[in-house]
């Protein structure tokens, strides 16, 4: 079973920056995903990336958000400018291949606040 371990959150000022890492235990089967969940809202997707290099954002954090993988276990999301709305709960997710099949990985969460 693959594991996720999510690092980075914290609370910043808006306008500031953090960078949130995941790190899986094992092989990923075809990408890495960051979602968020703000406190009364349904979870959402906010950026991806294949193990082939293909990335996508959230149209809300297009320009403001980068992912990068730095090996196929890896993701980092640096998020710059960072607004209050961004607020929430960061979850990293992966899917892997078991031994019946893809099965899916999340990772606890790291809070991420925006506030002055």
């Known amino acids: 079973q693959v594991q996720l371990v999510e690092s980075g959150g914290g609370l910043v000022q808006p306008g500031g920056s953090l960078r949130l890492s995941c790190t899986a235990s094992?092989?990923?089967?075809?990408?890495m995903n960051w979602y968020r969940q703000a406190p009364g809202k349904q979870r959402e997707l906010v950026a991806g990336?294949?193990?082939?290099?293909?990335k996508n954002y959230a149209d809300s954090v297009k320009g403001r958000f980068t992912i990068s993988s730095v090996n196929k276990n890896t993701v980092y999301l640096q998020m710059n400018n960072l607004k209050p709305e961004d607020t929430a709960v960061y979850y990293c997710?992966?899917?892997?291949?078991?031994?019946?099949?893809?099965?899916?990985?999340w990772g606890k969460g790291t809070l991420v606040t925006v506030s002055s």
């Open positions: 997710y992966a899917d892997y291949l078991g031994p019946t099949g893809v099965r899916d990985a």
């Open positions: 094992g092989n990923i089967f075809s990408g």
């Open positions: 990336v294949t193990t082939g290099g293909i």
